[in-house]
């Protein structure tokens, strides 16, 4: 069936149908990275030669634990979508690739010192961020080179690629034939009522 081009500007308009990418950066305290260092290297030295569990066994994984919820619930999200093609297009030859970075780099599509800032500056959109604070951003003590690498793998994934998503675990377990469709009652031959 052919869908009108109404229909498809339609959806393209509808948020509903963007694609949106988060990515998630760890701000955590120093203390707490080296309490849970700390513990994490304690507990499995906890034993004992007896039945008897070691008295702070249980209290030492009860903080990890502890500490663990506290870490995860200090991530930050960022939600990158996807700026459009000509958006894109337009960020990409607004900020070429200078010669030593062509000689570097023959593929080279974008100035690596300037694109990057501006294509998260217009893709972000939780938190809003402009050109000046993704440069702050990259700049502070809580953005490392995993965190740059995360955030700017976002901004990627949400303006460039874009596959329909597919289960790779769900396409071998079918492709296998473990899961075969089995024949219902119904579909059953009738058994024969009488002995050979």
């Known amino acids: 069936m052919t869908s009108s081009i109404e229909d498809i500007l339609k959806t393209a308009e509808d948020p509903a149908y963007h694609r949106v990418v988060t990515a998630r950066i760890a ?5 707490l990275r080296e309490e849970h260092a700390e513990l994490d290297a304690l ?7 007896t039945i008897d569990a070691h008295p702070k066994r249980a209290a030492t994984a009860e903080r990890l634990v502890a500490i663990e919820a506290e870490l ?13 093609h000509r958006a ?47 440069r702050r951003l990259e700049e502070s003590a809580l953005i490392d080179v995993r965190a740059w690498t995360e955030l700017w793998s976002a901004c990627i994934s949400a303006n460039v690629v874009a596959i ?4 790779l675990a769900a396409s071998i377990l ?7 469709k089995r024949p219902t009652i119904s579909e059953r031959p009738a058994l024969s009522s009488s002995v050979a």
């Open 27 to 31: 701000a955590v305290p120093q203390a």
């Open 43 to 49: 507990l499995p030295t906890l034993t004992t030669d």
């Open 72 to 84: 995860e619930a200090s991530m930050l999200e960022f939600r990158f979508i996807a700026i459009g």
């Open 88 to 134: 894109w297009a337009d960020l990409l030859r607004a900020h070429p690739p200078t010669e030593a970075q062509r000689k570097f780099d023959r593929s080279a599509d974008h100035n690596v010192e300037t694109f990057p800032y501006e294509a998260m500056a217009a893709s972000c959109v939780d938190p809003v961020m402009t050109v000046a604070d993704v």
């Open 164 to 167: 329909a998503p597919k289960s």
């Open 174 to 180: 079918l492709a296998s034939g473990a899961y075969a």
